[in-house]
């Protein structure tokens, strides 16, 4: 009686520790959705960057900020944008990367 309890709780173990190997593979979709939000919001905040060094440019022209001002606020969102553009890279480059292998 024993024994039969033993080998009822041995095959249930292996069953529950088994059965994540043979389940659905959600966790990948889960993750490409994640990927592509995050490469919708770089491109959100690329475009958001360079419409924003465009409006500190006509604020200089129109004299509504001083030349000193332009300078800080366009190098900031130069940077900024540079930055966005570098991540929305590597991550094209990983999705590329990916779809070769896969």
Known sequence: MAVAVFCVLVIGLLVLTAAPLFGPREVLVASD???RQRLEALEQEKKGYLKAIKDVEFERATGKISEEDFQELREFYALKAAEAMD???RLEQEE???RKRG
């Open 96 to 98: 590329r990367g990916g």
């Open 87 to 89: 991540a929305l890279e």
């Open 33 to 35: 959705d994640a990927r």
